[in-house]
């Protein structure tokens, strides 16, 4: 019986926060206690029945879940190999996979009886997520946001600032993700008493890449159960981006002990894996601590976290979840990356064929599965998560259609 645990790829992590020698706390000592506190109420909340209710109740009412497991015909048709379907997470409220773990990290907060949220954004998204779930809670809403992704995701500072949420533009660093990510830190060490940190990917130090795991364990569940329900089996293949990793290990995880499942996680390229300028932690970093946790990481000879490029806001970040670092080193998940101009292109091409626009970053995976269809057979069903859509990004890509 103790093997048969042993065995599973989806036990992890273990006490401690390890997935292999990846994940862990990292985290300084004032934090520690905060840390601890917030795995026991997460562990409590996981077995209670009135906690899942009230979470399947919001996904369904609130977010609208289950987002609908579609089957891209044009687009099979074009690629002349494997059967493609979409799994239409940019239906959600919101516009992006983000919320589905938000919500469960808010009902957390409110477990923990905590007033104030902070979070770090990218693309804004996640912080776009984070000042929903505040506002229908009434909760107060602080997001960090680097001041170069102010600059390029104006809309969604817009929402933000429109749902009441204090989005403050960091200064410092490249003023992206990264930057933001610490200067969050920074707020939850001085206001550890009231405030929860709302991670918006599975990184951060134990029990976060869990716990948002958990919560977007719903993508893959529900594309289980709907593909059964379409073609009387499993998928053949799961494909998504990769940017912290969290929409990712959602579709993968619920699958991971299925041997016949292939699964490929997209890196962002950027404009080359060669060039210095991408943002692909797997392909190109090695292993080092940032953010609470052992990972992969873009750095220099110095150990210091380099300056990275992705034409999506969302998949610009030096690390990558540690869950994900473990899978590969296993090679459980391959893992490979698309450039910024194949993730351009793959874009046109979904809303010429499929009327649907989706994000930049779920483009990256997009461009992948056009390459990877061709040679499957044509029995063969593959999954790309269509984790967001594409608004946010009309402005940084009208008229460069490659
Ligand atoms: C934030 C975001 C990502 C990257 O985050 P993951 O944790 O890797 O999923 C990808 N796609 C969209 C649409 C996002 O908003």
Redesign the pocket.
């Known amino acids: 019986m103790m093997i048969e645990h042993a065995e599973s790829l989806r036990s992890g992590p273990d006490d401690r926060g390890h997935f292999g020698s990846f994940g862990g706390r990292f985290v300084p000592e004032t934090l520690m206690p905060l840390v601890l506190q917030l795995e026991s109420v997460y562990r409590e909340a996981r077995q209670c029945d009135q906690f899942q209710t009230e979470m399947a109740l919001y996904l369904k009412n609130y977010v609208g879940r289950p987002s609908p497991l579609y089957f891209a015909e044009r687009l099979t048709h074009h690629c002349k190999g494997a059967k493609i379907y979409f799994k239409r997470d940019?239906l959600n409220h919101t516009?992006?996979?983000?919320v589905n773990n938000v919500l469960g990290q808010i009902l957390i907060a409110r477990r923990m009886g905590k007033k104030r949220i902070i979070a770090e954004t990218?693309?804004g998204?996640?912080g776009v997520a984070t000042a929903t779930l505040c506002a229908r809670f009434g909760l107060q809403c602080v997001i960090y946001m680097g001041s170069l992704d102010v600059e390029r995701q104006q809309t969604n500072v817009l929402r933000m600032k429109i749902l009441g949420a204090d989005v403050r533009p960091v200064e410092t660093g490249s003023r992206t993700l990264k930057d933001a990510m610490n200067e969050a830190l920074r707020d939850w060490v001085t206001n550890v008493g009231d405030t929860f940190y709302c991670i918006?990917?599975?990184?951060g130090p134990h029990p976060y890449p869990a716990m948002?795991r958990d919560f977007?364990c719903v993508i893959g569940k529900e594309t289980r159960l709907q593909m059964i329900e379409a073609e009387g089996r499993l998928p053949d293949s799961l494909v998504?981006?990769?940017?912290?990793?969290?929409?990712?290990?959602?579709l993968f995880h619920p699958f991971l002990d299925e041997p016949t499942v292939e699964m490929y996680g997209v890196e962002a390229a950027g404009r080359g894996l060669k060039s210095g300028m991408n943002a692909a932690s797997i392909a190109r970093g090695r292993p080092g601590v940032l953010h609470g946790n052992r990972t992969h990481l873009l750095m220099d000879d110095d150990g210091q976290i380099e300056n990275v490029h992705s034409i999506?806001a969302?998949?610009d970040?030096p690390g990558v979840?540690p869950e994900h670092a473990w899978l590969d080193a296993i090679g459980r998940v391959k893992y490979i990356s698309a450039t910024d101009d194949e993730a351009v292109s793959a874009l046109y091409l979904c809303a010429e064929l499929e009327g649907i626009i989706p994000?930049?970053?779920?483009a990256h995976a997009l461009a992948r599965v056009t390459t990877l269809a061709p040679r499957k057979q044509k029995e063969h069903l593959m999954v790309v998560n269509l984790?967001?859509?594409g608004d946010k990004d009309l402005l940084s890509i009208g008229g460069m259609k490659a």
Not at 95 to 98: F, I, L, Q, T, V
């Open positions: 940019e516009g992006a996979h983000k990218g693309a998204m996640h918006g990917t599975v990184a948002v977007q998504a981006c990769i940017g912290g990793g969290s929409n990712a290990i959602g999506s969302g998949l970040y979840g994000a930049l970053e779920p984790c967001g859509r």
